[in-house]
T-cell receptor
């Protein structure tokens, strides 16, 4: 079974630009969660999508948004990039996003904002 | 107080020793507990999940949960240099506002030296 895939793997952007990251979950998984990982803040939850609906959201500004498609693939978008947005962005999938379910992580997209 | 706290480390143990990793959490309604391992430059991968009080063993790994003390630990027996990584404790809560959300500790860096 193929794992979670993320594209692109690396991105370099400048301040003020916007970026779109993509995540394809494990086949049969309908819940996709997004996380930001930085050395200072660790792994922080951004949001979760299930059946094309955002069900949960972390404490991030509105510049961070996402969506999910009918095939469960998900995208996240960051607008008006700031230097502090440099991070590893991870998506994780699970069958339905339940508390007891294991989340499987993709390889991540490393974003550098200059 | 952080929601999930881990012993800060780094933790260094000799090959063949037992490595003990600890984690405390603040939310009493926390339901599910996960230990992930993250190698440098890679994404987190699940080692163990535990949901009820007591011990759970899987090979060289044992997870221990004490909900009364809000404490979860991971023991690694016969530590190997390949166990050198950052170990992340993650917690999820029941309820609709917690869909797809894992709350992570800052991680403990483990080094196993030959």
């Amino acid at each position: 079974k193929a794992g979670v895939t993320q594209t692109p793997r690396y991105l370099i952007k400048t301040r003020g630009q916007q970026v779109t990251l993509s995540c394809s979950p494990i086949s049969g998984h309908r819940s996709v969660s997004w996380y930001q990982q930085t050395p200072g803040q660790g792994l922080q939850f951004l949001f979760e999508y299930f059946s094309e609906t955002q069900r949960n959201k972390g404490n991030f500004p509105g510049r961070f948004s996402g969506r999910q498609f009918s095939n469960s693939r998900s995208e996240m978008n960051v607008s008006t990039l700031e230097l502090g947005d440099s991070a590893l962005y991870l998506c994780a999938s699970s069958r339905s996003g339940g508390a007891a379910e294991t989340q499987y992580f993709g390889p991540g997209t490393r974003l550098l904002v200059l | 107080q952080k929601e999930v706290e881990q012993n800060s480390g780094p933790l260094s143990v000799p090959e063949g020793a037992i490595a003990s990793l600890n984690c405390t959490y603040s939310d009493r309604v926390s339901q599910s507990f996960f230990w992930y391992r993250q190698y440098s430059g890679k994404s987190p991968e699940l080692i163990m999940s535990i949901y009820s009080n007591g011990d759970k063993e899987d090979g060289r790994f044992t997870a221990q949960l004490n909900k009364a003390s809000q404490y979860v630990s991971l023991l690694i027996r016969d530590s190997q240099p390949s166990d050198s990584a950052t170990y992340l404790c993650a917690v999820s809560n029941a309820g609709g506002t917690s869909y797809g959300k894992l709350t992570f500790g800052q991680g403990t860096i483990l080094t196993v030296h030959p």
